[in-house]
Protein backbone atom coordinates (compact mmCIF):
# COMPACT_ATOMS: atom_id res chain seq x y z
CA UNK A 1 0.00 0.00 0.00
CA UNK A 2 1.23 3.52 -0.99
CA UNK A 3 2.12 5.53 1.69
CA UNK A 4 1.58 9.61 1.54
CA UNK A 5 3.44 12.85 0.94
CA UNK A 6 2.31 16.02 2.97
CA UNK A 7 3.66 19.49 1.91
CA UNK A 8 3.56 20.93 5.58
CA UNK A 9 3.65 24.93 5.76
CA UNK A 10 6.07 26.48 8.56
CA UNK A 11 6.11 30.16 10.37
CA UNK A 12 8.39 32.39 8.69
CA UNK A 13 9.39 33.66 12.05
CA UNK A 14 7.07 33.31 14.54
CA UNK A 15 7.11 30.12 15.79
CA UNK A 16 3.37 30.15 16.89
CA UNK A 17 1.92 30.68 13.34
CA UNK A 18 1.49 26.71 12.45
CA UNK A 19 -1.68 25.64 12.11
CA UNK A 20 -3.14 22.39 14.54
CA UNK A 21 -3.43 20.23 11.51
CA UNK A 22 0.44 20.94 10.49
CA UNK A 23 1.59 19.83 13.65
CA UNK A 24 -0.62 16.56 14.22
CA UNK A 25 0.87 15.69 10.94
CA UNK A 26 4.06 16.67 11.39
CA UNK A 27 4.09 14.06 14.79
CA UNK A 28 2.20 11.45 12.69
CA UNK A 29 4.54 11.09 9.80
CA UNK A 30 7.22 8.71 9.46
CA UNK A 31 9.67 11.10 8.22
CA UNK A 32 10.42 14.74 8.22
CA UNK A 33 12.12 16.00 4.75
CA UNK A 34 14.07 19.35 5.60
CA UNK A 35 15.70 22.08 4.37
CA UNK A 36 18.00 22.37 6.56
CA UNK A 37 17.54 19.92 9.62
CA UNK A 38 18.63 22.52 12.11
CA UNK A 39 16.75 25.13 11.44
CA UNK A 40 13.47 22.52 11.47
CA UNK A 41 14.75 20.92 14.76
CA UNK A 42 13.94 24.42 16.34
CA UNK A 43 10.07 24.27 14.79
CA UNK A 44 9.93 20.62 16.43
CA UNK A 45 11.54 21.00 19.61
CA UNK A 46 9.14 23.84 19.88
CA UNK A 47 6.13 21.65 19.46
CA UNK A 48 7.62 18.88 21.32
CA UNK A 49 7.58 16.66 17.98
CA UNK A 50 10.30 13.31 17.76
CA UNK A 51 10.46 12.50 14.43
CA UNK A 52 13.45 11.60 12.52
CA UNK A 53 14.76 14.34 10.20
CA UNK A 54 16.31 13.71 6.21
CA UNK A 55 17.77 16.74 4.32
CA UNK A 56 16.41 17.70 1.18
CA UNK A 57 17.72 20.45 -0.59
CA UNK A 58 18.72 22.22 -3.98
CA UNK A 59 22.30 20.64 -3.83
CA UNK A 60 20.45 16.66 -3.33
CA UNK A 61 17.03 16.78 -4.06
CA UNK A 62 17.20 14.71 -7.50
CA UNK A 63 18.74 11.88 -5.31
CA UNK A 64 16.56 12.10 -2.77
CA UNK A 65 13.74 13.09 -4.56
CA UNK A 66 14.12 9.47 -5.85
CA UNK A 67 14.83 8.04 -2.54
CA UNK A 68 12.04 9.24 -0.74
CA UNK A 69 9.52 8.51 -3.76
CA UNK A 70 10.36 4.94 -3.56
CA UNK A 71 10.08 4.95 0.60
CA UNK A 72 6.55 6.01 0.29
CA UNK A 73 5.89 3.66 -2.62
CA UNK A 74 6.84 1.52 -0.10
CA UNK A 75 4.07 2.60 2.64
CA UNK A 76 5.99 5.49 4.27
CA UNK A 77 4.14 8.72 5.23
CA UNK A 78 6.94 11.64 4.18
CA UNK A 79 6.10 15.52 5.16
CA UNK A 80 8.39 17.65 3.30
CA UNK A 81 8.92 21.32 5.16
CA UNK A 82 10.75 24.13 4.13
CA UNK A 83 12.78 26.35 6.94
CA UNK A 84 9.70 28.31 6.07
CA UNK A 85 7.00 29.28 3.96
CA UNK A 86 5.27 26.31 1.74
CA UNK A 87 7.34 24.64 0.40
CA UNK A 88 8.18 24.61 -3.27
CA UNK A 89 7.57 28.45 -2.92
CA UNK A 90 10.77 29.20 -4.16
CA UNK A 91 12.05 26.15 -2.56
CA UNK A 92 12.80 22.73 -3.66
CA UNK A 93 10.17 20.16 -3.65
CA UNK A 94 9.05 20.21 -7.76
CA UNK A 95 11.21 16.85 -8.11
CA UNK A 96 9.66 15.31 -4.99
CA UNK A 97 5.95 16.08 -5.88
CA UNK A 98 6.53 14.72 -9.66
CA UNK A 99 7.73 11.45 -8.39
CA UNK A 100 5.18 10.87 -5.71
CA UNK A 101 2.81 11.24 -8.42
CA UNK A 102 4.32 9.31 -11.24
CA UNK A 103 4.28 6.48 -8.29
CA UNK A 104 0.52 7.12 -7.41
CA UNK A 105 1.51 8.48 -3.79
CA UNK A 106 -1.11 10.68 -2.81
CA UNK A 107 -0.07 14.26 -2.61
CA UNK A 108 -1.52 16.79 0.57
CA UNK A 109 -0.71 20.13 0.77
CA UNK A 110 -1.12 21.50 4.34
CA UNK A 111 -1.64 25.47 4.06
CA UNK A 112 -0.63 28.07 6.25
CA UNK A 113 1.66 30.95 6.24
CA UNK A 114 3.51 32.89 3.05
CA UNK A 115 5.56 35.48 2.88
CA UNK A 116 4.43 36.48 -0.47
CA UNK A 117 0.70 36.54 0.84
CA UNK A 118 1.48 38.26 4.00
CA UNK A 119 3.36 41.05 2.70
CA UNK A 120 0.66 41.81 -0.01
CA UNK A 121 -1.85 42.11 2.89
CA UNK A 122 -0.21 44.71 4.92
CA UNK A 123 1.15 46.66 1.87
CA UNK A 124 -1.79 48.89 0.75
CA UNK A 125 -0.72 47.94 -2.77
CA UNK A 126 -3.76 46.85 -4.72
CA UNK A 127 -4.87 42.90 -3.95
CA UNK A 128 -7.24 42.18 -7.21
CA UNK A 129 -4.26 40.79 -9.20
CA UNK A 130 -0.73 39.92 -8.51
CA UNK A 131 2.25 38.16 -9.94
CA UNK A 132 4.66 36.14 -7.96
CA UNK A 133 8.09 35.82 -9.30
CA UNK A 134 10.37 34.53 -7.02
CA UNK A 135 13.79 35.98 -6.70
CA UNK A 136 14.78 38.32 -9.10
CA UNK A 137 17.80 37.39 -11.55
CA UNK A 138 21.32 38.45 -9.80
CA UNK A 139 22.72 39.54 -12.98
CA UNK A 140 22.60 42.98 -13.35
CA UNK A 141 21.27 42.59 -17.07
CA UNK A 142 19.20 39.55 -16.63
CA UNK A 143 16.98 41.53 -13.60
CA UNK A 144 16.86 44.49 -16.27
CA UNK A 145 15.62 42.43 -18.62
CA UNK A 146 13.07 40.95 -16.58
CA UNK A 147 11.95 44.01 -15.09
CA UNK A 148 11.15 45.51 -18.23
CA UNK A 149 9.62 42.63 -19.45
CA UNK A 150 7.20 43.06 -16.52
CA UNK A 151 6.75 47.08 -17.34
CA UNK A 152 3.28 46.51 -19.11
CA UNK A 153 1.40 43.87 -16.50
CA UNK A 154 -1.18 45.25 -14.57
CA UNK A 155 -0.90 43.66 -10.84
CA UNK A 156 0.94 44.07 -8.09
CA UNK A 157 4.29 42.54 -8.69
CA UNK A 158 5.48 40.37 -5.71
CA UNK A 159 9.19 39.22 -5.45
CA UNK A 160 11.89 38.20 -2.88
CA UNK A 161 15.58 39.62 -2.31
CA UNK A 162 18.39 39.25 -0.75
CA UNK A 163 19.50 41.81 1.34
CA UNK A 164 22.77 42.33 -0.19
CA UNK A 165 21.05 42.98 -3.47
CA UNK A 166 17.99 44.92 -2.17
CA UNK A 167 19.73 48.04 -2.80
CA UNK A 168 21.00 47.22 -6.72
CA UNK A 169 17.49 46.18 -7.19
CA UNK A 170 15.49 48.63 -5.89
CA UNK A 171 17.75 51.20 -8.34
CA UNK A 172 17.03 48.74 -11.07
CA UNK A 173 13.00 49.12 -10.58
CA UNK A 174 13.33 52.89 -10.66
CA UNK A 175 15.27 52.52 -14.46
CA UNK A 176 12.78 50.12 -15.56
CA UNK A 177 9.96 51.03 -14.05
CA UNK A 178 9.81 54.27 -13.07
CA UNK A 179 7.67 56.44 -10.01
CA UNK A 180 5.46 53.28 -9.40
CA UNK A 181 4.85 52.89 -5.53
CA UNK A 182 6.81 50.42 -3.72
CA UNK A 183 6.94 48.31 -0.44
CA UNK A 184 9.90 46.72 0.90
CA UNK A 185 8.64 43.95 3.56
CA UNK A 186 11.19 42.93 5.94
CA UNK A 187 11.66 40.19 9.09
CA UNK A 188 7.77 39.33 8.84
CA UNK A 189 6.10 38.63 12.31
CA UNK A 190 9.58 38.57 13.59
CA UNK A 191 10.37 41.12 16.30
CA UNK A 192 12.06 43.23 13.81
CA UNK A 193 8.75 43.57 11.21
CA UNK A 194 8.73 46.38 9.19
CA UNK A 195 7.46 48.06 6.33
CA UNK A 196 8.68 51.01 3.94
CA UNK A 197 7.14 52.21 1.86
CA UNK A 198 7.70 55.37 -1.03
CA UNK A 199 8.98 55.29 -4.95
CA UNK A 200 11.71 52.85 -5.38
CA UNK A 201 14.56 55.99 -4.71
CA UNK A 202 12.77 56.82 -2.06
CA UNK A 203 12.48 53.70 -0.28
CA UNK A 204 16.14 52.81 -1.41
CA UNK A 205 17.50 56.01 0.12
CA UNK A 206 15.99 55.36 3.74
CA UNK A 207 17.82 51.88 3.41
CA UNK A 208 21.39 53.03 1.62
CA UNK A 209 21.15 55.50 5.13
CA UNK A 210 21.54 51.96 7.29
CA UNK A 211 24.95 50.89 8.30
CA UNK A 212 23.51 47.62 6.82
CA UNK A 213 20.53 45.58 5.57
CA UNK A 214 19.31 42.43 7.09
CA UNK A 215 16.69 40.04 7.63
CA UNK A 216 14.29 38.26 4.91
CA UNK A 217 12.85 40.77 2.23
CA UNK A 218 9.85 40.49 0.39
CA UNK A 219 9.87 43.28 -2.31
CA UNK A 220 5.97 44.69 -3.83
CA UNK A 221 5.57 46.85 -6.57
CA UNK A 222 2.65 48.70 -7.80
CA UNK A 223 0.73 48.00 -10.68
CA UNK A 224 1.23 49.78 -14.35
CA UNK A 225 -1.68 52.44 -14.38
CA UNK A 226 -2.69 53.08 -18.47
CA UNK A 227 -0.72 55.55 -20.05
CA UNK A 228 -2.62 58.70 -21.30
CA UNK A 229 -2.97 58.72 -24.81
CA UNK A 230 -0.18 60.10 -26.95
CA UNK A 231 -0.98 61.28 -30.68
CA UNK A 232 2.58 62.16 -30.94
CA UNK A 233 3.62 60.72 -34.32
CA UNK A 234 6.39 57.97 -33.64
CA UNK A 235 8.69 59.68 -35.84
CA UNK A 236 8.31 62.95 -33.64
CA UNK A 237 8.48 60.88 -30.63
CA UNK A 238 11.85 59.38 -31.34
CA UNK A 239 13.78 62.65 -32.54
CA UNK A 240 12.47 64.50 -29.71
CA UNK A 241 14.84 62.25 -27.05
CA UNK A 242 17.81 61.77 -30.17
CA UNK A 243 17.70 65.51 -30.10
CA UNK A 244 17.29 65.71 -26.42
CA UNK A 245 20.91 63.34 -26.11
CA UNK A 246 19.20 59.50 -26.33
CA UNK A 247 20.82 56.87 -28.82
CA UNK A 248 18.22 56.23 -31.63
CA UNK A 249 17.82 52.49 -30.57
CA UNK A 250 18.11 53.76 -26.99
CA UNK A 251 14.94 56.23 -28.09
CA UNK A 252 13.20 53.16 -29.97
CA UNK A 253 12.92 50.99 -27.20
CA UNK A 254 11.87 53.98 -25.14
CA UNK A 255 8.93 54.61 -27.37
CA UNK A 256 7.76 51.18 -27.78
CA UNK A 257 7.41 50.89 -23.99
CA UNK A 258 5.38 54.19 -23.66
CA UNK A 259 3.09 53.02 -26.39
CA UNK A 260 2.78 49.40 -25.35
CA UNK A 261 4.47 47.99 -28.67
CA UNK A 262 7.60 46.21 -29.81
CA UNK A 263 10.83 47.60 -30.50
CA UNK A 264 10.16 45.59 -34.37
CA UNK A 265 6.52 47.61 -34.46
CA UNK A 266 7.92 50.77 -33.68
CA UNK A 267 11.14 50.24 -36.20
CA UNK A 268 8.67 49.28 -39.11
CA UNK A 269 6.27 52.10 -38.27
CA UNK A 270 9.15 54.12 -38.80
CA UNK A 271 10.61 52.59 -42.07
CA UNK A 272 7.09 53.25 -43.51
CA UNK A 273 6.68 56.22 -42.43
CA UNK A 274 9.63 57.18 -44.79
Do not use: W
Not at 7 to 30: H, M, Q, W
Not at 70 to 98: H, N
Not at 185 to 212: C, F, M, N, P
Amino acid sequence: MAGLLYLVATPIGNLEDITYRAVRVLRESDLIACEDTRQTRKLLDHYEIQKPTISYHEHNEAERAAELASRMAAGAVVALVSDAGMPLVSDPGYRLVRAAIELDVPVQAVPGPSAALTALAASGLPTDSFRFGGFLPSKPGQRAKALEALAHEHATLIFYEAPHRILEALEAIELALGQRPVVVARELTKIHEEYLRGTAAEVRAQLAARDSVRGEITLLIGKATAPAPDDTPLGTAVERLIDGGTARMDAIKQVARQRGLSKREVYDQLLRQK
